[in-house]
């Protein structure tokens, strides 16, 4: 732990990207009497992207509903563009969440709707409803960015996981949203598309200033995407710091995920 | 003998417990859905939508039953209004049963298990692949886009399927009379008309209302508190027509003794 950067400290004070967008102070999370996550603190600052690393079970997908209110934390606060996510109005809840991108680890297609219907799906349930044109322009750019232009017409059910996965994506992404959290972006991609991926979240992150929390096992996004990754263990942010850092270190429990 | 008073609370619990849980989500449910459905946004094109599943879905088996329902009605009680030499009464025997009794609650129990566990069923594997969480975080109120609008489609057509079964049944009650001596078209539904009145056809059309709130908010409900992966969305739709039939036979009875007391009997 010596070489750790701990908690405690603040987060990317050398990085010269703004105010924090995401605080996450004493979180916990328990599901009965298994506690998964026991005193989590993190801050993530505007246009800086967050990789999450730790061994799978440990509550790094928990760790990112919370943030977006899916589940309620048992203690702990947890502050989104400066909005406290367990104290406001539904409907208050309701519009920061347009402005969140969320990618499911499982896709979460609507399986009843053809692609097309899950592109269109976030872009109908804005407040301003894009016309017809706009709309269609819209998903077929969206498509292209992740190379599946001509599936657009077909279910969820005829299509592979991985291109599921770029479904998936490209629905979180289609309304632009000011924070992205990807769980597990390239898990179950070939390394091509996987590149492409990482490709999509970097150019995302250049053009748009967007702040992202990027959960992954892949050494290669984490290397490519991160400006600075977070180690989970025992329900706390284990350990920080850029990619160099962790690279670099000796403790027993994160180096293998760097070799 | 403690331990038996254990055992037996154990008993107790465990066959009290679901039963008084589910009542309360069902409770907590039909709340929140009557207050979410008042409030804008509303979801008008989902519940067409949803009203047109519905209606499409039902119509033929409905429609077929009723049909065979009034046939058969009239061929059984036939020879017994005979002998009593009551057979005049035919036309108006049959319009009271069908349009007062057998006509919504038969549409109901067909309902309860058809529109019923579609509905669990859909939710529940909606609920198990995080497709509702995806929802919610596309900023929708899943309670308003998928629990209001099928409660309120449900409300909508399950009296039209019901009017639609009452004439069909009709239908096949003047062709069960017409098996056996020949009966003119309009003097049947003249009879028929005739032996309805208002305190016959309103109680009996609240009543389907009621049905429509039943099934819709049963099939919901146990669909959102899937858990367990998919095998619990089966049970769930399971559960959801166990308990839609029960609600509809509870309503049929709670209706018609509240209408016997107001005197619309
Ligand atoms: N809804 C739930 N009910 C009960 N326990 C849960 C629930 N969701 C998650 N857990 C538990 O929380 C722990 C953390 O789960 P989580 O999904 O966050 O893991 P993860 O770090 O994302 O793992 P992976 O890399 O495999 O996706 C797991 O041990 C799981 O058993
Ligand atoms: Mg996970």
Known sequence: MENAITSEKPVAQDDKKGEPVIIVEHLKKNFGEKVVLSDFNLIVNKGESMVVMGRSGIGKTVLIKCIIGLLKPDGGTLKVFGKDISKITRRDLDLLRLNIGFVFQSSALYDSMTIRQNLEFPLRRQKIKPMKGDLNKLVRESLISVGLENTIDLMPSELSGGMRKRIGIARSLILKPEIVLYDEPTTGLDPITSKEIINLIMDLQHQSNTTSIIITHDVELAKQASNHIVFVMDGIAYMQGTYEELVKTEDPKVKPFFE | MIKQNKAKKAFLSETLDPFFVSAAQLAQFGWRSIREAVY???????????????????????????????????????????????????????????????????????????????????????????????????????????????????????????????????????????????INFNFFFNRVFEALHFTDVFPSFIKTFIFGFAIGLVGCTKGYHSQNGTEGVGMSANESVVVAMLSVIVIDLVVTQISGMLGYI
Do not use: H, W
Not at chain 2, 60 to 88: D, H, K, N, R
Not at chain 2, 118 to 136: L, R
Not at chain 2, 170 to 178: E, R, V
């Open chain 2, 40 to 182: 804008p946004p509303f979801e008008f094109q989902e519940t067409f939508r949803q009203c047109y599943l519905i209606g499409v879905n039902s119509f033929p088996l409905v429609g077929f039953t009723g049909l065979i329902l009034g046939l058969v009605l009239v061929l059984q009680s036939q020879p017994t209004l005979v002998e009593f030499g009551a057979g005049s009464y035919l036309p108006a025997m049959s319009s009271i049963s069908i349009i007062r009794e057998v006509g919504p609650l038969v549409t109901a129990l067909i309902c309860a298990g058809k529109i019923g566990s579609g509905i669990s069923a859909e939710i529940g594997s909606m609920k198990v692949t995080e497709q509702i969480d995806a929802m919610e975080v596309s900023g929708t109120n899943p309670f308003k886009f998928l629990v209001a609008t099928r409660i309120m489609a449900c409300m909508l057509m399950i009296p039209i399927l019901c009017i639609y079964a009452d004439m069909l049944a009709l239908m096949g009650a003047f062709l069960g009379t017409n098996i056996t001596g020949t």
